[in-house]
């Protein structure tokens, strides 16, 4: 299968369900990766707004928002809006869930939501002290596994890496954990600081990133560079990474990089199944 290039655009918006606002309030984003988004506060405008995306052209939606102070999304007034979104438009329903529960994940199934964008973190530290949470990697642990038993067919684990620089020991746990239950898509974030936060990680440096995607990769799952990479680095990361063929999937690269390397271009979230390519390239 050829290497992949996903441009999400208009064909495959986010929507912030809490429009500008998140609770929890991360020390590193302060909210910041919301304002990129299309705001939809209430179920009505919700509905009003996804159905305005499928007359210009959306093929699929990625469901996102600020989380709540148990690092929820707080997506369960919208879920019957969602169902009747795939029932009458017809559009692809990723989520960016949080941490859930079995009956959250059992809703989401039913709401025939097709794919939930999982952030896996299992650093104590970087839970309590940077994300603000009085929650444990125990809650993550538990929210991917009622996810895979319970969720919807597609879960895609993210696995962020660089909230302690260098140091990769407790996000090569998150790899572990994820490579448990066989996922058909394994995606790396790359830190990226947007302010000062009570801990002050650094950039880690790229032979660490690329040591890092050499540990994630498996011919078992698809490996993908998500949207999140420090800017000064990305150009020579994605080549890297595509020239030592550590990736299958990269999203948004550099136009240059998906020409040279003759990359198959997606219009969608990096996430998407194989199945649904042809409705997007």
């Not at 302060?30 to 009505?44: K, N, S, V």
């Amino acid at each position: 299968m050829p290497l992949k290039a996903y441009f999400p655009g208009a064909i495959y918006p986010a929507i912030s369900i809490t429009g500008s606002k998140c609770l929890l309030n991360c020390s590193y984003c302060r909210g910041r990766y919301l304002d990129g988004m299309i705001g939809a506060e209430t179920p009505e405008l919700f509905y009003q707004v996804v159905k305005s995306l499928k007359q210009r052209s959306a093929k699929g939606i990625l469901v996102s928002g600020g989380f709540d102070k148990d690092g929820v999304l707080p997506v369960k007034p919208f879920l019957p809006v969602i169902r009747r979104i795939k029932e009458e438009l017809g559009l692809l329903v990723s989520v960016h869930s949080g941490l859930v529960n079995k009956e959250m994940a059992c809703l989401l199934r039913e709401s025939k939501v097709d794919i939930v964008d999982f952030q896996l973190v299992v650093d104590s530290i970087v839970i309590k002290e940077l994300q603000g949470l009085k929650r444990g990697s125990l809650d993550y642990i538990r929210s991917l596994d009622v996810l895979m038993k319970y969720g919807p067919s597609y879960i895609a684990p993210h696995i962020p890496i660089g909230f302690r620089g260098d140091d990769a020991t407790t996000e090569k746990e998150a790899v572990d954990l994820a490579k448990d239950y066989n996922p058909y898509l394994l995606t790396v974030l790359f830190f990226i600081p947007t302010s000062t936060p009570p801990i002050q990680p650094s950039i880690p440096k790229l032979e660490k990133l690329l040591n890092f995607l050499r540990y994630a990769r498996s011919s078992k799952y698809e490996t993908a560079i998500g949207c999140m990479r420090p800017p000064k680095m990305k150009r020579s990361l994605d080549v890297y990474a595509i020239e030592e063929r550590l990736v299958d999937r990269v999203a948004v690269p550099d136009l240059v990089v998906a020409k040279k390397f003759n990359m198959k271009v997606i219009r969608a979230c990096c996430s998407l199944p194989n199945e649904y390519l042809r409705f997007f390239s």
